[in-house]
């Protein structure tokens, strides 16, 4: 038996149970049939926020600074921070960092961790050629040129959702009008910022409506906040999210007004805000996250492990801290202990080829031979593009010179180099095997190249040094240590080579 | 993500295609029949009402149908049920079912049966109420503080709360600031109402207030003032939540947890009976339903969470203790002692999967996929494995590991291409005759195509681009596929002079006038340009005139009586071009006629002033090149002044006058623009003017060779010293490049002293090169390079030759002035031709001087992609700052 049911009550039900595109559906029907209807505000409205649902990102979440923000950047205070307070200056970690030869860097010279998040990638490059080359998203190579621009990329995207045009016209909006109705102004806030990402109007929004709630209201404090951030003035956010504060003490403003101090650069300040906000939260995971991320980015592992395994006391299915703790333990020496969080992971129901990667490299040194290779044979089977196939035959090229099937681990490296050309850390090894083949030459190029590709990488310098060393150049050797030791300065091979050859040089 | 599923209980599968929400689970002792087990009441959107009482009875086998007390299909779509006690002085549980348009009250009784089928149950209708608005849901409670029964409060679409006691409609009351419901709770403790408004606030209710406040019969416009007595209707207090909340919840377990708990879409709060926040807890998921119960411990809440990603969530208060997997996304979730099993997870879904459940350590549901593994064939998989080893080897011995080698039995099916280009009125047509084409696989085939394509569009592209031609041969690209890897074989060959001149004519009076001496007698010009010969007016062959695409014109004339030959044109740069074909078409000819000692010469004075015209020419667009760059930093670095300012001046709380400085942006933009394009056009001027020093230098290095007899190696030792750049670049340029290979030669071979020649290339690492302030010095090295090779100096690369014959050099050149000088220079000579490779050498050599600057060229970007980025920058700096202007603008203004 067919039952009929009033429309508005059915799509705001759909909106309850996130059925958006179903609510949606049935809002423009109501709108199309009766366009004068008091129903036509309410269904309005009901539609803006399905619409806004529907594209909604945690705007905690999305950091993304392009080569714009970086290179035109002039606000910067101290170019030369004390080691410790600078997330710019990453190396000078105090702390019981791992070093470069245990745990490898990435190019701003944070080692690798064990979650990409937006801003894992990013770092300040010191000039514009290195801007260019760093890859700041986590899929291509290519940098973002201007965060403004991929918002507005973003925009146009979820024009998507509603083929026959905008929904509302932002152009016509009175939103002195709106900005007086709170039961209203809102929701039309929230669409215009997250859907049409439309940051300069949702500004004047809430400056008029938090002027309307007479400068007493911190949820609009926070957006005028959001949308500052989004324009870049930092010290105007900061203002408004301490003011927000100041009426009342909610995680999220804790989290954006973190964000903003970790963009000016000023870790300790978030560190302390993470703890402020601990102390009204108790034990709250996404503060205790930020912090285990700030100690991460600082170099401080053991702290930043500290944090995550509180982190994993209050919320233990808690992916990013049991996947950086796991690295940690790998990158220390405990592949059995890293394993067990790993198949914790993939009990958990994570599937992907990242994992049984790490699967596959904890096994192999942990000795679980029997794992080791039908663990490759899954991440293979997952790969999802070609920067991971030759992350992936990287890794085994690994295990195929741990078992000295060099012929193997040859074929490995040549495989990763024919699906990500420009795999630095293949190209050293490659010449590594190259120079036990007795090609010199092929050698020398290969371990070029790979310096080219990573300067922020030791091991090509270094071998290259050695290299030019063993064949009597000395002057190239002694330039390609001095590179090696500018990269890592604490290795001690490099520092007895320079020794070495400034003998060589006073003896001359 | 959770380790484990909830383990099954009893589960039931409701209907087929109902739709089921928040409202319709509750579970109770609906037909009291006082054992204080719970039945579970499921109303759907279709009408339907069912009650359950699960058990597990292994041995009956329609376990739902056992378990179904109740099945009743009502008129109505049913929004909510609710078990509590709704009728008047009466102490047993009612079922209130809540439709669109109608509250109805049964009562639900139960009479055992006799015979084993078991008891049978009975709806009964107690009382209903016709509603004149859609309702959206109700809650109930002892309003007012009575003890003993419920009252039931039901929210209409638009915003009107119904009160209801047992039979009787009490009042009604509007939400001021209405727009779309939310969620209501009644809260005993404070007796008052709760909502999410609209404005994503929570609002408390007093429900003395509602009950005093204005009778609300019609809906009234809340900014119109109140027409009647009675209060105007206020919350009690409020609290910005941010977000929409999806349910409330008011528990009622003991009074030190007396709290509220709020489900928002992104946030979980809990808060004081008075509005303050107790805790919250950001959920990183989106989350479908709750449901707080007691806890063993006091003072701490436990909460049930469903969410949108199928999992069911057990917090204590804000830390996670256990998540279970369940087989849906749950709408509404309840806990109900059974005769079995207490404290029951009771879950629906939309679809009507209805499941009782509870936590175990039953594995997720999630088990990996096999990997597609073929069965491993040993044996095939080893004779598969060495047949891919034997092509590897064969091809990394085959390669060397040098992917560029070409070896010559691999050159067998060359394609030879032959490139003939017709002059067809504008248009040119291209016609390449490729052996064994038709033996090309169709992808070869295309490849093939697409690259003579390719090359003969960058050609004409390079033609048309610049004014003067000075294109003499053309490099062609040949692909050869030998078993689909592509490889590059250049090849040579000139073009036809036709491609670039037509025939026009002569012109008597010009400034630039070549004389070419020849030991022949004279021949028909005609027979010597046969293509311009139709065309040409004068036929007794005398005089010939080309006209240049760019519309420069040269002519050439033949004397009748001597063995000599004019070229003259208005401009110096030209005549290389015909000078070049005419030379060339002599040698061609007099060999074609069998003449061995033809000789071709040149009378000087070498036409050094015309050639440092242009020289002059090219060196000052290099100049405004430079200063069109420094103008530009300039104005960039005032832009960004005036920009600061402005933007200071905007951020002022105290609005302070512009001062005009948004006009000053306005124009300095517009000269920064106006720069960029000046330096743009400036560039492709220069990149004219180069071609053109690069036909004129190769006019003087023909002049010079014709002049002096020089041997093609010395030619093209003097090409390469005076032509060391293909391209001029802002770093470097081609005087400093030319200046410092002219010196080297100058300090080398052309030295007049010897001692020099030895010591000079020692230092051979100078300075770094760099921009010269003028080109006087490069002129007069010009000059004397000329003065020198005129007076007998003998181009050589003879590096190896000095350092290896040292003591005959030195012999040789010490006694006399003129005559050894000549010898050494033989000796030296004859060194250079014996070792060609020596000069290999020095010019690595002689390149390494120029190599830090090299090194600097690479790291920079080159000027013109500089300036790319550069007015990028500017475009998006501008649009940034214009947004920023614009939204500061208007909230001061």
């Known amino acids: 038996m067919e039952v009929t049911m009033d429309p508005l009550f059915l799509a705001w039900s759909y909106f309850r149970r996130r059925k958006l595109q179903q609510c949606s559906d049935i809002c423009a029907k109501i709108l199309q049939d009766n366009p004068y209807d008091q129903s036509f505000a309410v269904s309005q409205c009901l539609k803006t926020r399905a619409l806004t649902e529907m594209v909604y990102i945690d705007e905690v979440e999305v950091d993304q600074e392009g080569i714009a923000e970086m290179m035109l950047d002039e606000s910067t205070i101290a170019q030369v921070a004390r080691p410790g307070t600078s997330l710019r200056l990453p190396g000078t970690s105090q702390g019981g960092g791992p070093t470069p030869a245990v745990r490898p860097m990435t190019q701003s010279g944070r080692p690798i961790t064990g979650f990409v998040r937006p801003s894992t990638q990013s770092g300040r490059p010191g000039t514009m050629e290195q801007a260019i080359k760093t890859p700041r998203t986590a899929s291509t190579a290519r940098p973002v040129t201007s965060a403004s621009g991929r918002f507005i990329r973003l925009g146009t995207a979820s024009m998507l959702t509603n083929p026959e045009g905008p929904f509302i016209n932002l152009s016509r909006l009175n939103l002195a009008k709106y900005s007086q109705k709170p039961n209203l102004s809102r929701t039309l806030f929230e669409y215009i910022f997250h859907h049409e990402n439309d940051v300069k109007n949702a500004l004047d929004l809430a400056a008029q409506a938090t002027e309307h709630a007479q400068f007493k209201d911190w949820w609009w404090k926070v957006q005028l906040g959001k949308c500052y951030y989004r324009l870049g003035l930092y010290r105007e956010a900061e203002k408004q999210f301490r003011s927000a504060l100041n009426h009342q003490e909610v995680v999220d403003t804790y989290l954006y007004l973190a964000k903003v101090y970790q963009r000016l650069d000023q870790p300790i300040t978030a560190l302390n805000l993470f703890k402020q906000g601990l102390d009204h939260f108790p034990s709250e995971v996404t503060l205790l996250t930020g912090i285990a991320r700030i100690h991460e980015e600082m170099n401080n592992i053991s702290s930043a492990t500290e944090y995550y395994k509180d982190v994993l006391k209050q919320d233990n299915t808690h992916v990013e801290a049991i996947a950086c703790?796991?690295?940690?333990?790998?990158?220390?020496?405990?592949?059995?202990?890293?394993?067990?969080?790993?198949?914790?992971?993939?009990?958990?129901?994570?599937?992907?080829?990242?994992?049984?990667?790490?699967?596959?490299?904890?096994?192999?040194?942990?000795?679980?031979?029997?794992?080791?290779?039908?663990?490759?044979?899954?991440?293979?089977?997952?790969?999802?593009?070609?920067?991971?196939?030759?992350?992936?035959?990287?890794?085994?090229?690994?295990?195929?010179?741990?078992?000295?099937?060099?012929?193997?681990?040859?074929?490995?490296?040549?495989?990763?180099?024919?699906?990500?050309?420009?795999?630095?850390?293949?190209?050293?090894?490659?010449?590594?095997?190259?120079?036990?083949?007795?090609?010199?030459?092929?050698?020398?190029?290969?371990?070029?190249?790979?310096?080219?590709?990573?300067?922020?990488?030791?091991?090509?310098?270094?071998?290259?040094?050695?290299?030019?060393?063993?064949?009597?150049?000395?002057?190239?050797?002694?330039?390609?240590?001095?590179?090696s030791e500018d990269s890592f300065p604490e290795h001690v091979d490099t520092q007895q080579l320079l020794k070495q050859l400034r003998q060589h040089f006073s003896v001359l | 993500m959770s380790l484990f599923k909830a383990r099954d209980w009893w589960s039931a599968a409701l209907g087929e295609g109902e739709e089921f929400d928040q409202g319709c689970l509750c579970v109770g002792d609906v037909d009291n029949s006082g054992t204080g087990h719970d039945k579970v009441v499921v109303g759907s959107y279709m009408g339907m009402l069912r009650i359950f009482s699960p058990h597990t009875n292994k041995s009956s086998e329609g376990g739902v149908a056992d378990a179904q007390l109740l099945e009743v299909q009502l008129q109505n779509a049913i929004i909510q049920v609710e078990v509590g006690k709704f009728v008047s002085c009466s102490e047993l549980l009612h079922l209130a079912v809540l439709h669109p348009r109608k509250l109805s009250v049964y009562s639900v009784s139960g009479t055992a049966g006799n015979v084993e089928h078991g008891d049978q149950y009975q709806l009964k209708l107690v009382y209903e109420h016709n509603l004149k608005r859609t309702a959206c849901n109700m809650t109930y409670g002892t309003f007012g503080g009575v003890t003993g029964h419920h009252s039931l409060c039901i929210q209409s679409m638009d915003g009107m709360l119904m009160f209801f006691e047992q039979d009787s409609y009490s009042f009604g009351r509007f939400l001021p600031g209405f727009l779309l419901p939310g969620p209501l709770i009644y809260n005993s403790r404070t007796d008052s109402f709760l909502t999410v408004s609209s404005a994503l606030q929570l609002e408390s209710y007093k429900y003395e207030t509602l009950s005093v406040a204005t009778e609300a019969e019609s809906r009234q416009d809340p900014d119109l003032p109140l027409k009647t007595g009675g209060k105007r209707l206020m919350p009690d207090w409020t609290l910005v939540l941010g977000e929409q909340a999806l349910d409330l919840s008011v528990p009622s377990f003991s009074h030190s947890s007396a709290s509220i708990f709020v489900l928002g879409e992104r946030n979980l709060y809990c808060l004081r009976d008075n509005g303050q926040i107790r805790f919250m807890k950001k959920l990183e998921f989106n989350p479908s339903c709750f449901l707080p119960y007691a806890s063993v411990s006091d003072g701490i809440t436990n909460l049930l969470l469903g969410n949108h990603t199928n999992m069911l969530l057990v917090y204590q208060d804000v830390t996670l203790k256990w998540a279970a997997q369940l087989p849906f996304v749950p709408v509404a979730v309840r806990v109900a002692n059974f005769l079995e099993l207490k404290g029951a997870v009771v879950s629906l879904s939309s679809e009507g999967h209805l499941l009782c459940s509870y936590m175990g350590t039953d594995p997720s549901f999630f088990t990996t996929p096999k990997v597609d593994a073929r069965e491993a064939d040993y044996e095939q998989v080893d004779a598969e494995m060495k047949k891919l080893q034997k092509v590897i080897r064969e091809v990394t011995r085959t390669q060397g590991g040098r992917p560029n080698s070409l070896t010559a039995d691999k050159i067998t099916s060359t394609y030879i291409l032959c490139l003939l280009f017709k002059q067809l009125t504008e248009v040119f047509s291209l016609v390449v005759r490729c052996q064994k084409y038709q033996r090309l696989t169709e992808f070869q085939r295309f490849i093939f195509n697409y690259y003579i394509y390719l090359i003969f569009s960058v050609f004409v592209f390079f033609f048309f681009s610049l004014a003067t031609i000075w294109l003499k041969f053309q490099t062609s690209n040949h692909i050869f596929l030998f078993s689909g890897v592509p490889r590059v074989l250049q090849s040579r060959f000139s073009l036809p002079l036709s491609l670039v001149c037509v025939p026009s004519s002569p012109t008597k009076t010009?400034?630039?006038?070549?004389?070419?001496?020849?030991?022949?007698?004279?021949?028909?010009?005609?027979?010597?340009?046969?293509?311009?010969?139709?065309?040409?007016?004068?036929?007794?062959?005398?005089?010939?005139?080309?006209?240049?695409?760019?519309?420069?014109?040269?002519?050439?004339?033949?004397?009748?009586?001597?063995?000599?030959?004019?070229?003259?044109?208005?401009?110096?740069?030209?005549?290389?071009?015909?000078?070049?074909?005419?030379?060339?078409?002599?040698?061609?000819?007099?060999?074609?006629?069998?003449?061995?000692?033809?000789?071709?010469?040149?009378?000087?004075?070498?036409?050094?002033?015309?050639?440092?015209?242009?020289?002059?020419?090219?060196?000052?667009?290099?100049?405004?090149?430079?200063?069109?760059?420094?103008?530009?930093?300039?104005?960039?670095?005032?832009?960004?002044?005036?920009?600061?300012?402005?933007?200071?001046?905007?951020?002022?709380?105290?609005?302070?006058?512009?001062?005009?400085?948004?006009?000053?942006?306005?124009?300095?933009?517009?000269?920064?623009?106006?720069?960029?394009?000046?330096?743009?056009?400036?560039?492709?001027?220069?990149?004219?003017?180069?071609?053109?020093?690069?036909?004129?230098?190769?006019?003087?290095?023909?002049?010079?060779?014709?002049?002096?007899?020089?041997?093609?190696?010395?030619?093209?030792?003097?090409?390469?010293?005076?032509?060391?750049?293909?391209?001029?670049?802002?770093?470097?340029?081609?005087?400093?490049?030319?200046?410092?290979?002219?010196?080297?030669?100058?300090?080398?071979?052309?030295?007049?002293?010897?001692?020099?020649?030895?010591?000079?290339?020692?230092?051979?690492?100078?300075?770094?090169?760099?921009?010269?302030?003028?080109?006087?010095?490069?002129?007069?090295?010009?000059?004397?390079?000329c003065d020198r090779i005129a007076k007998g100096g003998r181009l050589t690369l003879a590096s190896e030759a000095n350092a290896q014959v040292p003591i005959q050099v030195q012999n040789l050149a010490a006694p006399g002035k003129f005559g050894p000088e000549k010898t050494e220079s033989q000796i030296r000579c004859l060194h250079s031709s014996s070792s060609r490779k020596s000069d290999h050498d020095i010019f690595t050599r002689v390149s390494i001087i120029t190599e830090p600057n090299f090194v600097h060229l690479t790291k920079k970007v080159s000027f013109s992609s500089l300036l790319g980025i550069f007015s990028s920058f500017i475009m998006t700096e501008r649009v940034w700052f214009c947004s920023r202007y614009l939204a500061l603008k208007r909230r001061f203004v």
């Open chain 1, 325 to 483: 703790i796991g690295s940690n333990h790998f990158y220390t020496d405990q592949p059995e202990i890293a394993l067990r969080f790993y198949r914790r992971l993939l009990q958990m129901g994570v599937y992907n080829c990242q994992l049984y990667n790490n699967l596959g490299l904890c096994c192999f040194y942990a000795q679980q031979y029997d794992m080791t290779l039908s663990s490759f044979e899954r991440a293979l089977a997952l790969v999802g593009n070609d920067e991971e196939q030759a992350d992936v035959w990287y890794n085994i090229g690994h295990v195929a010179v741990g078992i000295g099937d060099l012929t193997l681990a040859y074929q490995c490296f040549k495989l990763a180099l024919a699906f990500n050309n420009d795999h630095a850390e293949a190209y050293n090894n490659l010449a590594v095997l190259e120079l036990r083949k007795g090609r010199i030459e092929q050698s020398k190029a290969f371990l070029q190249t790979a310096a080219s590709l990573a300067p922020h990488m030791y091991e090509p310098h270094f071998n290259l040094s050695i290299l030019s060393e063993k064949i009597g150049d000395l002057q190239s050797s002694y330039t390609a240590a001095q590179k």
């Open chain 2, 510 to 785: 010009t400034k630039f006038k070549i004389t070419v001496d020849t030991n022949q007698p004279p021949v028909n010009l005609t027979a010597i340009f046969p293509e311009f010969s139709s065309k040409s007016e004068d036929k007794d062959g005398n005089t010939l005139a080309f006209q240049f695409l760019s519309g420069a014109k040269v002519t050439v004339l033949a004397s009748k009586t001597s063995q000599r030959y004019r070229v003259q044109s208005d401009s110096f740069e030209d005549m290389w071009l015909v000078v070049k074909e005419l030379v060339q078409r002599f040698d061609q000819h007099f060999a074609k006629l069998g003449i061995k000692d033809f000789k071709k010469s040149f009378s000087g004075p070498l036409p050094l002033q015309e050639y440092f015209l242009s020289v002059d020419h090219h060196f000052q667009l290099r100049v405004n090149a430079q200063q069109y760059q420094d103008l530009l930093s300039e104005r960039a670095v005032q832009f960004r002044a005036i920009q600061r300012r402005l933007l200071t001046r905007f951020k002022d709380k105290t609005p302070a006058p512009l001062q005009s400085l948004d006009t000053l942006l306005d124009a300095t933009y517009s000269q920064v623009m106006a720069l960029a394009e000046a330096a743009e056009e400036n560039r492709a001027q220069l990149e004219e003017a180069f071609v053109r020093l690069r036909s004129a230098t190769h006019l003087l290095v023909l002049l010079l060779s014709l002049w002096q007899g020089l041997t093609p190696d010395q030619t093209a030792i003097l090409e390469a010293t005076l032509l060391p750049l293909l391209q001029d670049t802002p770093q470097l340029g081609w005087e400093e490049s030319c200046d410092a290979a002219v010196s080297h030669l100058l300090r080398s071979c052309l030295s007049r002293n010897p001692k020099d020649q030895a010591t000079s290339l020692a230092q051979a690492g100078g300075p770094v090169l760099s921009f010269p302030r003028d080109t006087e010095r490069l002129k007069k090295h010009i000059a004397l390079m």
